[in-house]
């Protein structure tokens, strides 16, 4: 299995902050790595796919970089409705995702 | 726009087998190139794939679940359906249907979810 572990767990921000999360797999994965936010009671919703490609009515304030182990996702100017829990997700074998980082209010 | 809506009991007793049902609208189940998937989320834990069944047939699981799991689509119905067998507490959860890609893995299509609980 590929490890996906994701720093911090918890954020607390406030409206405005810039916001990055990370999250490191187990071994290279190269690009195949997407980027969920979900929140309380609602399934999960896609953000970012390949890395770094922001899905089709995703703010521009998300992006997404990295490759191989190592992958970022941040938020540029944090809004009141991106506070929720962020998962990544490795597409490269047997997907797996992360434990989540929960963005909270400050 | 594709739907995806689970269905299946919500209480299940330990060492019974569960089974979900995913009614697909919108799209064909045998259409494109899809992974008709199945993923859970554990009470206040992270999201696991379970499996899918190809738009061609073929099927792949998580070797945590493969000698458990069946997912099988029925054309007929436009529905693919997951049977999970001698289940215990740890099979708690929320189990979701999705479509899923291109790209292969990424999930942009879910349903709303169905928890299923576990317990005698």
């Known amino acids: 299995d590929i490890q996906m572990t994701q720093s911090p767990s918890t954020l607390s921000a406030s409206v405005g902050d810039r916001v990055t999360i990370t999250c490191r797999a187990s071994q290279s994965i190269g690009n195949w790595l997407a980027w969920y936010q979900q929140k309380p009671g609602k399934a999960p919703n896609l953000l970012i796919s390949k890395a770094s490609n922001l899905e089709s009515g995703v703010p521009s304030r998300f992006s997404g970089s990295g490759s191989g182990t190592e992958f970022t996702l941040t938020i540029d100017s944090l809004q009141p409705d991106d506070f929720a829990t962020y998962y990544c997700q490795q597409c490269y074998s047997y997907w797996t995702f992360g434990q989540g980082t929960k963005v909270e209010i400050k | ?62 070797p945590s679940f493969e000698s458990r799991v069946t997912i099988s689509v029925d054309t007929s119905k436009n529905q693919f359906s997951m049977r999970l067998i001698s289940v215990t507490a740890a099979d708690t959860a929320i189990y979701y249907c999705a479509r899923v890609g291109p790209p292969a893995g990424s999930v942009r299509d879910w349903g709303q979810g169905t928890l299923v609980t576990v317990s005698s």
Do not use: F
């Open chain 2, 1 to 62: 726009q594709v739907q995806l809506q689970e269905s299946g009991p919500g209480l299940v007793k330990p060492s019974e087998n569960l089974s979900l049902i995913c009614n697909v609208s919108g799209d064909s189940v045998t259409s494109g190139t899809y992974y008709w998937t199945w993923i859970r989320q554990p009470p206040g834990k992270r999201l696991e794939w379970i499996g899918y069944s190809y738009s061609s047939g073929s099927t792949n699981y998580n």
